[in-house]
């Protein structure tokens, strides 16, 4: 018998671990990891037409306007081979969001399996997000106390790690939250 296609989405503030999460989660049932702001910040990096249209956004805190990250979504979605399940790890985040996902579930015929929220005090997310450096490939998170070692590379997949810009401003990390 085939298993099902799993359709999860894990939500939280940002520094609240979803990230972490998802990909472990992800890696144990055999499901893609979506995140929409790794999306976002490939098409930065590698200077797309949509990456220069949203880098403001990300700078600020502000989210970006949903046209452009249901869009961006549906397409992603969309190009996973029918078998494969995923989970969306900051998406949706308006109510907007939401309604356009349900659509797309229903037009797939497919349906959500679980929604895991991930509930952190406020100040310790501050803190974490001030301390957090990530790789810029494979996005695993470090603390700020990454040994000597690998102090500029990943552990994992020895992409470089860099400080988000949007994680290196105690006012855009208030406007986030
Ligand atoms: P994240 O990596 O989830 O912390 O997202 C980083 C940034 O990407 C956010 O602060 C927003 O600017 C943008 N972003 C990510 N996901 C969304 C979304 N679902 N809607 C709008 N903007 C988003």
């Given at each position: 018998?085939?298993?099902?296609?799993?359709?999860?989405?894990?939500?939280?503030?940002?520094?609240?671990?979803?990230?972490?999460q998802s990909?472990?989660?992800?890696?144990?049932?055999?499901?893609?990891?979506?995140?929409?702001?790794?999306?976002?910040?490939?098409?930065?990096?590698?200077?797309?037409?949509?990456?220069?249209?949203?880098?403001?956004?990300?700078?600020?805190?502000?989210l970006v306007?949903?046209?452009?990250t249901i869009?961006?979504?549906?397409?992603?979605?969309?190009?996973?081979?029918?078998?494969?399940?995923?989970?969306?790890?900051?998406?949706?985040?308006?109510?907007?969001?939401?309604?356009?996902?349900?659509?797309?579930?229903?037009?797939?015929?497919?349906?959500?399996?679980?929604?895991?929220?991930?509930?952190?005090?406020?100040?310790?997310?501050?803190?974490?997000?001030?301390?957090?450096?990530?790789?810029?490939?494979?996005?695993?998170?470090?603390?700020?106390?990454?040994?000597?070692?690998?102090?500029?590379?990943?552990?994992?997949?020895?992409?470089?790690?860099?400080?988000?810009?949007?994680?290196?401003?105690?006012?855009?990390?208030?406007?986030?939250?």
């Amino acid at each position: 018998m085939m298993a099902e296609r799993l359709q999860l989405i894990v939500m939280g503030p940002p520094g609240s671990g979803k990230g972490t999460q998802s990909v472990a989660l992800a890696t144990d049932i055999g499901a893609m990891h979506i995140s929409t702001g790794d999306l976002f910040r490939y098409h930065e990096r590698s200077a797309t037409p949509l990456g220069d249209q949203i880098q403001g956004f990300i700078k600020k805190g502000d989210l970006v306007p949903d046209d452009i990250t249901i869009a961006m979504l549906k397409d992603k979605i969309e190009s996973l081979p029918d078998s494969v399940g995923y989970i969306l790890d900051g998406f949706p985040r308006t109510l907007n969001q939401a309604i356009s996902f349900d659509k797309m579930l229903i037009a797939g015929n497919a349906r959500l399996n679980l929604v895991i929220c991930i509930d952190v005090p406020e100040k310790q997310l501050e803190n974490r997000l001030l301390g957090r450096i990530v790789c810029m490939e494979c996005s695993l998170v470090y603390g700020s106390h990454v040994d000597d070692e690998y102090s500029e590379y990943c552990k994992s997949c020895e992409g470089k790690l860099h400080k988000r810009v949007d994680d290196s401003d105690k006012e855009v990390i208030g406007h986030r939250l």
